[in-house]
């Protein structure tokens, strides 16, 4: 049975509720682009009619409405895509004009204390329980986004490479011709000026090409898995990009374990070596770094794994850019690509093994471990 003042307070909520919710809607905020803006007041009818009722139901009662009615409304906050202090600001609203008519209503506010009490939990509870669920709405929505995203990317990664593939195979066959030529010439001019220079640029373009090509994973087809000397592998690289390393006077230095053999495409591991390293000339380079130095080292871990880290005495690459170099297209210089390191690591993996960096203000480290041969992969 209800108390007389739960009855005074109902009958003077009820001769009120108009003027009441007219004074609430009056004075919310709204955004203009709301599409549920004509639901609004609906929702403050809602928790109104709830207030009116708590007394007439059982605390469990009284906490399933308030949910029931908070999850419906905080799932259309969600999608409105409305700030979230918006809401909460309205809800609080609401409840100060019920306080500001409760003060007029003339009874006695020591006897108003448990409805007080009881008005504020229906509050508490309705913001508790409708923020909780925007909260889970809204990462939903942008779960649901970011995989959208993340697909979208995905499929134009894969028609990057499908077109990259096909442009670039007929882009590759002029370019075998051209250095097919220039043996030629070689061969029947060996003391003509420039040929080495031309077979050098046509060999870095190729290696360019190679690295689109590795993208589309076409380049894998034909191609069987081999033993192969990692050192000599380094050797070739170094000789490779020996006018580059002559132009920026860069100091080489070497500590490698004697005879490493690894398993795996002998082809691939090459453009790592020549990306990472012409990387760090190109940095000292760029910079200007006084006594220019890489140093390649190398040792055998527990018998199984070989770790080779190539470090360069240039200035530090910073924390932030140090988490997003090896995705794909990222890129500082100019004219990169960026898909030299993507495609370092994506090389690496496929070998079984991890590719790290780590930089400080004094040296900066690439870091590569690998199976050896006897391991399988």
């Known amino acids: 049975m ?74 259309e906050r969600a999608l409105a895509n409305i700030n979230i202090g918006d809401f909460v600001y309205n809800v609080n609203l609401g409840r100060s004009v019920l306080y500001s008519y409760l003060s007029k209503s003339g009874l006695v506010w020591a006897d108003l204390q448990e409805s007080i009490n009881k008005i504020n939990f229906c509050f508490d509870k309705f913001l508790y329980y409708a923020v909780t669920h925007y909260t889970e709405a809204k990462n939903k929505i942008i779960e649901e986004k970011t995989m959208f995203i993340d697909s979208t990317h995905q499929d134009r990664l894969t028609l990057l490479g499908q077109m990259t593939s096909s442009f670039i195979h007929e882009f590759r066959n002029p370019l075998t011709s051209i250095q097919g030529f220039i043996q030629l010439l070689k061969a029947d001019y060996p003391e003509m000026k420039y040929l080495d220079i031309i077979s050098s640029e046509l060999d870095q373009l190729n290696f360019r090409i190679s690295q689109f090509l590795l993208l589309s994973k076409k380049e894998l087809i034909g191609k069987e898995k081999e033993q192969f000397n990692q050192n000599k592998l380094i050797d070739e690289v170094l000789n490779f990009l020996y006018p580059s390393i002559l132009d920026g006077k860069v100091k080489i230095k070497k500590d490698i374990v004697d005879e490493i053999t690894l398993y795996g495409y002998a082809d691939e591991m090459r453009q790592v070596f020549i990306n990472i390293i012409f990387n760090a000339i190109d940095v000292l380079n760029h910079h200007r770094i006084p006594n220019p130095t890489i140093e390649i080292k190398c040792n055998i871990e527990n018998n199984s794994h070989v770790v080779l880290s190539i470090s360069n005495n240039g200035p530090m690459i910073p924390a932030e850019l140090r988490k997003t ?35 400080t203000p004094d040296l900066t480290v690439f870091t590569i471990k690998l199976p050896l041969a006897a391991s399988p992969l």
Do not use: R
Not at 31 to 46: C, Q, R
Not at 341 to 349: D, G, N, P, R, Y
């Open 2 to 75: 209800l108390s007389e003042l739960h009855m005074d307070l109902i009958a003077f909520f009820n001769k009120n509720k108009g003027e009441l919710l007219h004074e609430w809607e009056n004075s919310i905020v709204i955004s203009k682009g709301d599409p549920y803006k004509e639901k609004i007041s609906l929702n403050g009818i809602a928790i109104f009619n709830i207030v009116l009722n708590m007394h007439t139901m059982t605390e469990e009662e009284l906490l399933e409405t308030i949910q029931k009615y908070a999850l419906e409304i905080s799932e």
């Open 325 to 359: 170099i090896f995705e794909p297209f990222f890129t500082t210089k100019k004219l990169g690509t960026g898909l030299g390191l993507f495609v370092c690591k994506e090389i690496i993996e496929k070998h079984k093994g991890e590719l790290t960096c780590l930089s």
